[in-house]
């Protein structure tokens, strides 16, 4: 169960004006199924999300808009839509910078330094739910660039999968228009697309040998077992559309597909809380990943 | 740190003219810091700004500005309503700072170490008041005053301070463990001996003494616990000494975190996600209130009066 929010005085400027108390219904609620939380401060996204589908559905007050997400007969319909409204289609490349700082910064070097000692220098990533592609070639185009500094005489593949076969193809052809490119530089562009007509960039060899596609449910166990050996997993806004039960395993599959010292990433405002404790819960600058210990590194030490 | 340097810096704090001969106003200001908001009393502190020109003007601008909807305040009894008494007084405290820093022995620049400072302030509260613990008050203060050593090391180790911070900014590692190769000691032993000289209370000393190390004591209390992890937070989500640190913070697995759960036990089922979710949240808020008390038009006004 989600805990009571702090009763911390509000920092607001003076005139902010209170939350109406459904909405604090409906963001415990999402919370609780999804794991997915808006802090107070982020309570303006979350009502604009909720007031999109109260508009389709001709519902006026958030009241009652919680009652459809709870009681009426639809409801799990409703809330669905509603995960698809708070996810839709935000998706392009380097969307997370701070994701890739920790990787560069912090995690890469601590992989680095403890698979050393061992002479396979190799490591794994897997992006699952990799939906149109923009994740695995957003790592890719990381990784390549890293591979004569940080990686140099590291070799390195990245797994992308999904459950959708056209969300699948489409990775695969790895065409992408304006807005999955906004935040690729030019010179990025230039180096691993080539132009294919109608205003639309295509990945080349360079950036797609690295990834290999494969079409993977997350609750195929017998599937889910054959990964192992991960050193980083993304799987971002994926679980949230699965039950407690099927997340449990998913997450339990992840840990144990994992290297001791590998690190899972879920999205931004994702949580963990009661769904898995084997993780630890670790912040860099920025952004939240979960760390499967090694034996050395299990309780607490000064930093 | 050994003997012979601790009685060294020992004595030149205490000798230090800028900070031991601070303004009129700094040490009943640091008497009234010690009470809860609810037992100051609001003439005292609209008397203790009035004292001082260059403070109720600053007071004024505050209260006009845009963040506090820009009203008409033209009395430093209504700038001090309007900006509520919180504000009032870690402006008081930063301005008093401000005036005893000579301009040109800061090391860390101050709009970075006042974005720490107040951030860590803010946060320590926050988490006191999810912990329920007693004096959200008094965390508030051990938050704001946690590196006040960082300006001892800037007047009086102005050179070696500033190796310091370069070789921390260069490796992106801590700063309280570079001090301590460079200089022999940290910013907490430093801001130890400094709230020592000031009188501040045994748990103030202890916080600013041990924030990056809680086991230095043997049984550290809820504020530097506190104070420690507020740190950590505020060190990950931008609010650090002004450069980029290469660090990830496993708070839950932070010795601070198991001495506080071994205080508060109801803390073993907090949902720290979430939590941080919160804290992370309030970041930019954070941001612009630090922003609106030590903006940078606030760094450079004139120390007169």
Known sequence: ?303 | MNEKLQFQLRAQISQMDSISTAPAILMPLLEMLRLPSDRISLEKVVELISYDGAIAAQCLRLANSPLFGRRQTETVRAAVMALGLERVRSMLFGLCVNRVMPQDKWVIPPDAFWRHSLGCALVTQRMANKIEYPEPEKAYLAGLLHDLGFLVNSVLYTDGFRECLRLAAEQHLALHVIEEQVLGFSHCDAGQMLCEHWGLSKELVDAARCHHDVCLLPKAGPLACLVHLSDLLCRVRYLGYGYEEFMGVDLGGDAAWQALVRSYPALEHMDLVRFTFDIDGAMDQIVATVDAVFGAKTMTAPASG
Not at chain 1, 44 to 64: F, G, N
Not at chain 1, 98 to 106: F, M, P
Not at chain 1, 152 to 161: N, P, R
Not at chain 1, 257 to 283: I, K, T
Request: hydrophobic letters at 40%; one cysteine or more; charged letters at 25%.
């Open chain 1, 1 to 303: 169960m989600a805990i009571e929010i702090a009763k911390a005085k509000p920092v607001a400027p003076p005139d902010s004006t209170p939350v109406d108390p459904a909405y604090l219904k409906i963001r415990d609620l999402i919370y609780r199924i999804s794991g997915i939380y808006y802090s107070e401060e982020k309570h303006y996204l979350l009502k604009s999300r909720c007031e999109r589908r109260m508009a389709a559905l001709r519902v006026t007050s958030a009241p009652e808009y919680f009652e459809h997400l709870t009681i009426r007969g639809n409801r799990d319909a409703e809330l669905r839509l509603l995960l698809n409204e708070i996810t839709i289609g935000e998706t392009y490349m380097f969307r997370h910078p701070a994701q890739l700082e920790a990787l560069r910064n912090v995690i890469l070097p601590s992989i680095l330094q403890a698979k050393g000692l061992i002479s396979l220098k190799r490591l794994r990533f897997w992006c699952a739910g990799c939906s149109t592609g923009e994740e695995p070639h957003t790592l890719a185009m990381f990784l390549l660039e890293e591979k004569d500094k940080l990686l140099a005489g590291w070799s390195f593949e990245i797994l992308a999968t999904d459950l959708n076969d056209n969300s699948l193809e489409a990775a695969r052809a790895g065409i992408y228009g304006e807005y999955a490119l906004r935040n690729t530089s030019d010179a990025m562009r230039r180096k691993y697309f080539k132009d294919v007509g109608n205003q639309k960039l295509q990945g080349n060899d360079l950036l797609k040998a690295p990834i290999r596609f494969e079409r993977i449910n997350l609750s195929d166990d017998s599937k889910m077992l054959f990964q192992k050996g991960m050193d980083v997993i993304f799987c971002c806004n994926v679980l949230i559309y699965f039950d407690l039960a099927s997340k449990r395993r998913v997450v339990q599959h992840f840990y144990s597909n994992l290297l001791p010292g590998g690190y899972l990433f879920l999205g931004n405002a994702e949580s963990l809380f009661q769904v898995d404790d084997s993780f630890r819960l670790v912040h860099f600058a920025g952004v939240t990943a979960y760390l499967k210990p090694t034996a050395a590194l299990a309780g607490g030490g000064k930093k």
